[in-house]
């Protein structure tokens, strides 16, 4: 059973590759499209197959460059790096101060069974 992301796969395949061959017919043989009707010049016609993706591709480039340019404008800066290294060594040292006295839990526990084990 093919899944539904396999359908639009395979959908989208077949547009483009149509597309794609539409596309090359009209730019190496305009005359096809004059003789269905709608256009006169075969030089208008290889113009406007070049112009238009043109145009879409620059379009498209530069709303790609607007949109990195307002990430870039709205994103605040990041930490100063030493404000970053301060933060972790103050976090490091309240480690180490925590670390002390879970040991000397632990060395209570341990202490606690060799007591009960001498007393045995």
Known sequence: ???????IGGTILIVCVAIAILYLATLFYPQW???IGWAH???AIQFWTI?????????AI????AWIGWTMATTPPPK???ELTSEIEEREEAKAEEQPEEKTAEQAVEEKKLRRKTEK
């Open 1 to 7: 059973m093919v899944s539904k992301d396999q359908t």
């Open 33 to 35: 499209i004059i003789n």
């Open 41 to 43: 010049n075969p030089d």
């Open 51 to 59: 112009a238009v993706p043109v145009f879409i591709a620059f379009i």
């Open 62 to 65: 530069m709303a790609i460059g």
């Open 80 to 82: 100063p790096i030493e």
